[in-house]
C-alpha cells in the first residue's frame, strides 16, 4: 500500500505479535511520517502559488497606470529626441513587467491546478498549422526555416484548445528566442499507438549544459545570460497545461538538438 502511493494506509496491529508487530507498527510510524510530510508540502506549495499570485496582482495595479501614463505622454507634441527614447524604453520594459506578472499568475495556477480546463474533441494539425502560419514573419526574422510534417487525415484528440494554443504558442516563442540563425525548426504530428505525437525540434544558439528535467523548472533557462527577454516560464507553464489536459510533456536535449514531445490520447 505504501509502495502504491497510500501514504495513509495503517496496518492492523491486532494480528501480529513480537517483530513482525514490531515491524508493523515502524511501518505505520513511517506511513504518519510520510503523511505530515506531504501535508507541509502541499501546504507549502499552495502558500506559495497564493503568494506569487497575490504578488503579482499587487504589481499589477501601477503597472496599468505606468503603461496608461506612458502611452498619454506619448501622444503630446514632444519634439526632444532623447526623452522619446526615454519613452520608447519605459513602454518596452513596462510591457515586459506586464507579461512577466501575467506567466507568473498562469504558472501559479496551471502549477496548482487551479486554472480551467474545457475539455473537447480537437485537432492538433489545425493549431499547428495556424501555429506556423502566425509565426511565419517571426522565424523568418530569427533567421530560422520551418519544416511541418502531419497526416493527411485529421487527428482527433480530447483537449482544450485555448489552453492547447497556448502550449504551441509558448513552446513557438521558445524556438524563436533560442534557436540558432540558419537552421531548420521541426514542427511535427504522427499517429502512434494510438496516441497523437507532436514534435518541436530545433537546434539550439546556447550550449546546453544542464539537464532537461532542470530546463522544466520555474525560472530556469537555457543560456546563463540573463540579459535577454525570456523569463523561464514558458516551458513549465506548457508542461503544467500540457498535464492538465491529460496529456504528457517530455524534453531531451541530444548535444544542441531541442526536442519537445507532446502526447495525448487519441479519440476513435
Known sequence: H????????????????????????????????????????????????????NVSHDIKTPLTSIINYVDLIKRENIQDEKILR???????????????TEDLVEASKASTGNLEVNLAPCQPGVLLTQAAGEYEQKLKDAGLDLVTRQPETAVTILADGRRLWRVFDN?????????????????TLEERDGQAVIS???TSRAPLDIPAEELLERFVRGDAARGGEGNGLGLSIARSLTELQKG?????????????????????
Open 2 to 53: 505504501l509502495a502504491d502511493g497510500e501514504t495513509s494506509y495503517q496496518v492492523d496491529l491486532t494480528q501480529f505479535s513480537g517483530k513482525i508487530r514490531e515491524t508493523a507498527e515502524n511501518l505505520n510510524n513511517a506511513s504518519r511520517g510520510l503523511e505530515m510530510a506531504l501535508s507541509e508540502k502541499v501546504k507549502s506549495e499552495r502558500l506559495k502559488a497564493d503568494l506569487i499570485t
Open 86 to 100: 526615454y519613452l520608447d524604453v519605459l513602454e518596452q520594459k513596462s510591457h515586459r513587467l506586464k507579461n512577466l
Open 171 to 187: 513552446l513557438m516563442n521558445n524556438i524563436c528566442k533560442y534557436a540558432q540563425r540558419g537552421t531548420r525548426v521541426y514542427l
Open 200 to 202: 518541436f525540434k530545433n
Open 248 to 268: 504528457t510533456l517530455e524534453l531531451t536535449v541530444d548535444g544542441d538538438l531541442f526536442k519537445v514531445v507532446l502526447r495525448f490520447s487519441e479519440l476513435s
